[in-house]
């Protein structure tokens, strides 16, 4: 049943709570947090950041002249209400959902989103550009963690200089996604003004972000009377006025659906470990016959698993915050200084750090060890968290080990041979969700570097898995079957280094190659295609294809939707083996 919303009902568009008055304000953002509890309650998704802006997103909308007045949600996830407000409330109904709106702010969506961002701390440095381009006021809101990387406060730093008229409100609502963490937040507690102001920002506040009668005049005021850049430093509560992500540790961040009376959430009962879980504890025991394992997060303890290893080995433990620069660099100080380092990221946000991976980590030949969560397509997050890219921007810097398990077993071996490895930089990546519910050994076993393995021998035509798609392989080798083919499938293991002896044996003992990976065009597939053009394979008259993520983003959808919109799932594996093994020869004319 719908919330009883009448005067939200009336608010198609913030254009319509400029006509309002302010006791009225109160009453839309009282439906308006009932609205977004019961959208959420259908879908999933990031809860407690919303409800901690219900009052702050009508008074921002209630006093500027949005859209012309440029809005930045920063961490976009902040963005629910300001969704519902801003004519999408019929749509919420599929939020995060294959062919519905984004769970993240999103330019091609709605003419109120300026600027997308599935990531973080981008707002202030966006909020600039567009002021320079714009005659329009624009207005950042930084929070939820956001405020610890160091590309805000690159901003900030620029911000005086440029001496724009330009507003930077301070959602301080902890300052992290996770438990708070840092020296910024603990900062923030105290009387903050004096170091806004010595970077050129008039700094107002701190106020009650919840109090409309303390916001109104505010935003007023600052809005007739700034003349350069200016920072309104709220107070917010994650979750605030839905008990159940209230008393939540992380405040209701990411909710499953739910019933709203009880904060009962309906998760799907798991077939197996997930990934992550199998990697902490993997990551565990062999810290406990190691001393020198420790490892390091970005804000992402629970998501990454480092919450458990931080349990048993606090003083190993290090979460920097949104800061991912920061965790690799660390990570190579603490490698340099003889510790084994486990930098546990997703994929998506390791981007953020290439700089250090390549100048602090691989110039200098460090072992550190990067635990690469969520690689490949993660659903509901959509393409801006998909971990699409990390096979092809580490596989080709010199030195570097890169690993991709099949299973959550061969996870357990990977840990093992990150830890026991020493010869520079090692990764290993894995996917969210689920494994396959194989039998996990009792420990990791270190894997020979650069060594695959067959898993079915057949004839004609090869097929070589890098990761998590073989499960898919094999299906595809049992719908083969049903044609009388019968591939060769091989499990790779290493897009670096490559088993050259695997691949050239494959090569010269079937007609035609194919090799799969859940990883865009640049990854293993082009290792391997380089490998047999430098070795004169394809003058023999190899057929050779690779298969890849396509050169697109993939929309939000489930995994399994995503993975087919990709053209990866076991049915267009046995399309391709069928296409090539049955494609006309052309003829030279």
Not at 427 to 435: E, H, S, V
Request: hydrophobic share 45%.
């Amino acid at each position: 049943m719908r919330s009883y919303t009448p005067l939200l009902d009336l608010c198609g568009a913030p254009g319509a709570l400029r006509a309002l008055a302010d006791t009225e304000l109160g009453q839309v953002a009282a439906e308006l947090r009932s609205a977004t509890i019961e959208a959420v309650s259908r879908t999933g998704g990031h809860l407690g950041a919303g409800l901690g802006v219900v009052e702050l997103t009508v008074a921002l909308h209630a006093v500027f002249d949005t859209p012309r007045d440029q809005l930045i949600w920063d961490v976009g996830h902040q963005c629910y209400p300001h969704k519902i407000l801003t004519g999408r409330r019929a749509d919420m109904a599929r939020l995060r959902q294959g062919g519905g709106i984004s769970g993240f702010t999103k330019r091609s969506e709605s003419r109120f989103d300026p600027f997308g961002a599935g990531h973080s701390s981008t707002s202030i440095s966006a909020a600039l550009g567009l002021k320079a381009a714009l005659d329009a006021d624009v207005i950042a809101v930084i929070g939820d963690g956001a405020l610890s990387a160091g590309m805000a406060y690159e901003a900030l730093n620029n911000a005086a200089s440029l001496k724009q008229r330009l507003f930077v409100i301070l959602n301080d609502n902890a300052m992290s996604i996770a438990p708070p963490t840092g020296a910024m937040a603990d900062y923030l507690r105290g009387p903050c003004g004096p170091w806004f102001e010595a970077l050129g920002f008039a700094y107002h506040g701190p106020i009650d972000g919840h109090d409309l009668h303390q916001l109104l005049p505010a935003l007023r005021d600052l809005k007739a009377n700034a003349t350069g850049p200016v920072l309104l430093h709220v107070i917010t509560e994650k979750g605030k006025g839905y008990p159940p992500a209230e008393a939540a540790p992380d405040k209701g961040h990411s909710f499953a659906p739910f019933d709203i009376a009880s904060g009962v959430q309906h998760k799907p009962q798991a077939r197996a470990p997930s990934y992550t879980s199998v990697f902490a504890k993997a990551l565990i025991a062999e810290a406990k016959r190691d001393e020198k394992i420790c490892a390091i997060t970005a804000a992402m303890p629970d998501g990454t698993g480092l919450d458990k290893f931080a349990q048993h080995f606090p003083a190993r433990s290090y979460d920097v915050g949104i800061a991912e620069q920061h965790a690799v660099t660390f990570a190579a100080g603490l490698a340099a200084g003889g510790m084994k380092p486990f930098c546990a990221l997703y994929s998506t946000f390791l981007q953020r750090a290439y700089d250090q991976v390549v100048h602090d980590v691989a110039l200098q030949g460090l072992p550190v060890r990067f635990a690469i969560d969520r690689a490949g397509l993660v659903g509901a997050d959509g393409a801006s968290h998909a971990g699409a890219f990390d096979i092809a921007y580490l596989a080709n810097l010199p030195g570097f080990t890169v690993m991709a398990p099949a299973d959550e077993g061969e996870l357990m071996h990977m840990v093992a041979t990150a830890a026991a490895h020493e010869a520079g930089p090692i990764a290993f990546r894995y996917p969210r969700g689920a494994g396959l519910g194989v039998d996990l050994p009792e420990q990791g076993v270190p894997l020979e570097i650069g060594r695959g393995r067959i898993i079915r021998q057949g004839a004609d035509v090869a097929i070589l898995s890098f990761g998590a798609r073989l499960a898919e392989v094999l299906k595809a080798g049992d719908e083969l079957a049903q044609h009388e083919i019968f591939p060769t499938i091989a499990d790779a293991r290493f897009a670096k280094p490559l088993d050259r002896a695997l691949i050239l044996s494959l090569a010269a003992t079937h007609g035609a190659l194919i090799t799969i990976e859940e990883g865009a065009l640049g990854g293993f597939g082009t290792h391997v295609a380089q490998l047999l053009a430098e070795e004169g394979v394809f003058d023999g008259g190899l057929k050779f294809r690779p298969m890849t993520l396509p050169d697109r983003f993939i929309p939000q959808a489930s995994p399994y939707q995503m993975y087919d919109d990709a053209g990866l799932n076991a049915a267009q594996i046995t399309g391709k083996v069928l296409s090539l093994l049955y494609a006309p020869t052309a003829k030279l004319t």
